[in-house]
């Protein structure tokens, strides 16, 4: 795949830590990455963004942002409010395939979820992964809520007739609860695609070596890991009381 578009059920489940993993991971098979951050909310000019700390986290990858706007609010709300021009799904597909002559992957991190709007006419991620024909990874929470917000942005993927690639767990928690456990085999079913990882909760805190290091591990041979999900499932699997 030489462009992913990586988004996720909403805000703060881990897709800027799982974008870097996936960067870190196909840097160490040997590709050459790019990470294209389509609009940074929520940083100063000067302030580190999202793209930036991808790069802190995996090495060398290029990085290209299209916008940045201060405020913490979805794109195109925050492109308004800053009375700045907003960043267009065809102008997120073009930069993409630039990025993607020069690069043996491309990953596109969007903001938030699916279906935030990046423009006054309702443009999304989505409407930019249709026109990149591009497959899409959907970051995820591990507990309780998830197979929900999983399942919808699933079905809305596959009714525009995108590939969904498959589904990280964004945070796995060091103890994880009943329902996260369970949800290790329902959130495949839910989604219809494939559990391609589970990032540790606290991964983008450790040092870059250390990241880098463990990133593989993280994901699924798919993404160039060599993390199992059936390992995995047996590990977390609830204990049965007799």
């Given at each position: 795949?030489?462009i992913?578009?990586i ?6 489940v ?10 870190a991971?196909?840097l ?8 294209l951050?389509a609009a ?14 991808v790069?802190?986290?995996a090495?060398?990858?290029t990085?290209a942002e299209?916008?940045?706007y201060?405020e913490?609010?979805?794109p195109?709300t925050?492109a308004?409010?800053a009375?700045?021009a907003p ?7 073009e ?5 993607a ?6 990953l ?12 006054a ?7 930019a992964?249709e026109?990149?024909?591009?497959p899409?990874?959907?970051v ?16 809305e993927i596959?009714?525009?007739?995108l590939d969904l690639?498959g ?8 103890e994880?609860?009943l ?8 959130l495949?079913?839910v989604a ?5 990882g589970?990032?540790p909760a606290?991964?983008?805190a450790?040092v ?14 798919r ?8 390992a995995?499932?047996?590990r977390?699997?609830?204990p049965?009381?007799?």
């Amino acid at each position: 795949m030489a462009i992913l578009v990586i988004t996720g059920t909403g805000t703060e489940v881990g897709k800027t830590v799982t974008t870097a993993a996936v960067a870190a991971t196909a840097l160490a098979a040997g590709r050459s990455v790019a990470v294209l951050k389509a609009a940074q909310t929520g940083v100063g000019p000067h302030e580190r963004g999202d793209a930036d700390e991808v790069a802190r986290l995996a090495g060398a990858v290029t990085t290209a942002e299209l916008a940045r706007y201060p405020e913490p609010l979805a794109p195109g709300t925050a492109a308004r409010r800053a009375g700045r021009a907003p960043v267009h799904p065809h102008e997120i597909a073009e930069a993409a395939a630039k990025l993607a002559t020069d690069h043996d992957l491309v990953l596109v991190e969007g903001a938030g979820g699916l279906l935030v709007r990046f423009d006054a006419a309702g443009g999304t991620l989505a409407d930019a992964a249709e026109s990149l024909g591009a497959p899409v990874l959907v970051v995820v929470t591990a507990g309780l809520g998830t197979l929900n917000t999983t399942e919808l942005t699933a079905r809305e993927i596959r009714s525009r007739r995108l590939d969904l690639a498959g589904v990280v767990i964004g945070s796995w928690p060091a103890e994880p609860d009943l329902a996260s456990r369970c949800n290790v085999a329902d959130l495949p079913e839910v989604a219809g695609a494939p559990l391609l990882g589970a990032l540790p909760a606290g991964a983008g805190a450790l040092v870059p070596e250390d990241f880098r290091a463990a990133a593989p591990g993280w994901l699924a041979p798919r993404l160039d890991g060599t993390w199992q999900v059936e390992a995995f499932r047996v590990r977390e699997a609830p204990p049965v009381r007799r």
